[in-house]
């Protein structure tokens, strides 16, 4: 019994509920989902102020200023910006104003430097302004009650930018999910340690550990554990504590020693075939008394990293908030034949391009097709999906791609 990877993972979302929002500094919201409606409890600009340096005028004053009739006015005051006691501006004066300076009541209208003589005691405006020039008005940028974060935007600069300018210290975030990543398998060596004629290093550690960091998640890489059920659950069991989401690697097919099958199934996590090449066999449930979901993926790493892209990625991104959950693809022409077995939906590795002008998009196939190359997967920039129903896709053709490392 198999199930397509669109209904797995529309199982596996159905089944997960963003996580709890709450009051975060706004550096640590960068990348978070914003939990509330935030509307503006002051205006921006907060007061009339200067957008020039050079003088504040009373426009009528100033209105028939020209380089043959220069108008000259006494210099009240000089107002710096953070540092105004030029309250009111009387009729017939000037006042030194910097940018960023509140407008003195009375003025309305900046005349710079460069139209002036740059007087101290009195200055010279040999230009006439408009009205309200150089002045920046109160709530012309943002008015009192706009909304100006809408709850499950992802925060970036810009946003956190604009809350700190409107005194917000803190804002309602989604918290970052917190994710282990446990790699199972007897022959696996840490990297770094001398390698036997019988073992590998742990790739798929780094490279999901990596990924659930990249997707936002606080990722903890779990040392190795052996391929036996009482080792790994223990290793399971002594993690649980600090585990949003768990995902492990290896040890979910038809071997002998396939452990963490062996010891979940009888704990109620799903272990069956998902129609796609690579990664058909999976594992997904819930473990220990907080119910933490689980994500058992095949070894190989092309197969994890496939599983993580489908499955795990679209959960994380749940887990945060943040839509969509999928990696939207996009559509480039085939520069080569592709071959694909029927009734399994294929991810092939690619190059995607763009060509100069920028208008089409083509791409090539990267590496073959086993789950075990991760020098292509490494040069790849995408990944090709080859839908159930192909056995071969003409170069010229359409394809779906998914574009890898872009933020969506
Ligand atoms: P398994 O799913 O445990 O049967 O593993 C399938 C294949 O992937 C085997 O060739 C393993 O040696 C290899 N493999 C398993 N785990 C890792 C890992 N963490 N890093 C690199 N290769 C792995
Ligand atoms: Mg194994």
Not at 21 to 40: K, T
Not at 263 to 277: E, K, N, S, T, Y
Request: glycine letters at 10%.
């Amino acid at each position: 019994m198999t199930i397509t990877p669109d209904e797995y993972r529309a199982r596996i979302l159905a089944d997960i509920e963003p996580m709890a929002a709450f009051p975060q500094p706004l550096m640590e919201c960068l990348g978070l989902a914003c939990a509330e409606d935030v509307h503006a409890e002051v205006p921006l600009p907060g007061f009339d102020n200067s957008a020039m340096d050079g003088y504040a005028v009373r426009y009528a004053d100033v209105a028939h200023a020209s380089a043959a009739e220069p108008v000259r006015l006494p210099v009240v005051g000089e107002i710096g910006a953070g540092q105004a006691n030029l309250l009111a501006l009387p009729p017939g004066a000037a006042a030194k104003i910097m940018t960023g300076a509140p407008l003195p009541s009375g003025a309305d209208a900046v005349v710079p430097y460069e139209w002036t003589d740059r007087g101290v005691a009195q200055v010279q405006i040999n230009e006439q302004p408009e009205e309200g020039q150089h002045v920046r008005y109160a709530g012309e940028d943002v008015a009192v009650g706009d909304l100006v974060v809408s709850e499950g935007t992802v925060l970036g600069p810009r946003h956190l930018g604009l809350l700190a300018c409107l005194g917000r210290a803190r804002v309602a975030a989604r918290p970052r999910p917190r994710v282990v990543v446990i790699s199972t398998g007897s022959e696996l060596r840490e990297p770094g340690q001398t390698l036997g004629h019988d073992s590998i290093y742990d790739g798929n550690s780094y490279l999901l550990a990596a990924a659930a960091r990249q997707a936002g998640a606080v990722a903890y890489r779990v040392g190795i554990v052996p391929d036996s059920p009482r080792e790994f659950l223990a290793a399971l069991d002594d993690q649980l504590v600090r585990a949003d989401l768990v995902i492990t690697s290896g040890g979910v097919s038809m071997g002998d020693y396939d452990v963490v099958k062996e010891a979940l199934a009888p704990r109620g996590v799903w272990f069956g075939a998902v129609a796609m090449q690579p990664g058909k066999p999976q594992g997904w449930g819930r473990v220990g008394e907080e119910r933490v979901p689980i994500f058992c993926l095949p070894g190989n790493p092309v197969s994890s990293f496939v599983s993580f892209e489908n499955f795990v990625l679209p959960a994380i991104r749940r887990l945060m908030g943040i839509t969509p959950e999928m990696r939207p693809s996009v559509t480039a022409r085939l520069t080569h034949d592709v071959r694909s077995p029927k009734g399994r939906r294929q991810y092939l590795r690619g190059d995607y391009e763009i060509d100069a002008d920028g208008r089409r998009a083509t791409v090539s196939p990267v590496g073959g097709p086993g789950s075990h190359l991760i020098g292509d997967l490494a040069s790849a920039n995408c990944l090709l999906v080859i839908p159930e129903d192909e056995t071969l896709m003409k170069a010229g053709s359409d394809v779906e791609v998914l574009v890898l490392d872009e933020v969506f």
